[in-house]
């Protein structure tokens, strides 16, 4: 069974950085798979913001790019650092997780199987 929880979010400046993490326990050892942040605003879909292979490729939302930056270590601990931060990246942040495959840099949610439960990040302006 895999569980995914996401901390580190909260409310900050605009301009400001928030980093947030995701701790995924997984029964097995995962040797491929992608993880990455997806976010869902108020009355908005949920949109993919970054992914990361198992083997360290990236991909980012063209809204992130160079402010966001994605990272996994050894133990499926799932980080995004979030720097200049913009009111427009308020939202509900949820990490995703896909193990035994690849996700090919995609940032569609039906690319992944597991979901954290989301972690509030609200920018003022």
């Known amino acids: 069974q895999v569980h995914l929880v996401e901390s580190g979010g909260g409310s900050v400046q605009s301009g400001g950085s928030l980093r947030l993490s995701c701790a995924a326990s997984?029964?097995?050892?995962?040797?491929?798979?992608?993880m990455a942040w997806f976010r869902q605003a108020p009355g908005k879909e949920r949109e993919g913001v970054a992914t990361?292979?198992?083997?360290?490729?990236s991909n980012y939302a063209e809204s992130v790019k160079g402010r966001f930056t994605i990272s996994r270590d050894s133990t499926n601990t799932l980080t995004l650092q979030m720097n200049s931060l913009k009111p427009e990246d308020t939202a509900m942040y949820y990490c995703?997780?896909?193990?035994?495959?690849?996700?090919?840099?995609?940032?569609?949610?039906?690319?992944?199987?597991?979901w954290g439960q989301g972690t509030q990040v609200t920018v003022s302006s």
């Open positions: 990361i292979e198992n083997f360290g490729a």
């Open positions: 995703a997780a896909r193990f035994r495959y690849s996700c090919g840099g995609s940032l569609a949610s039906s690319s992944y199987d597991y």
């Open positions: 997984v029964g097995y050892t995962v040797s491929t798979g992608c």
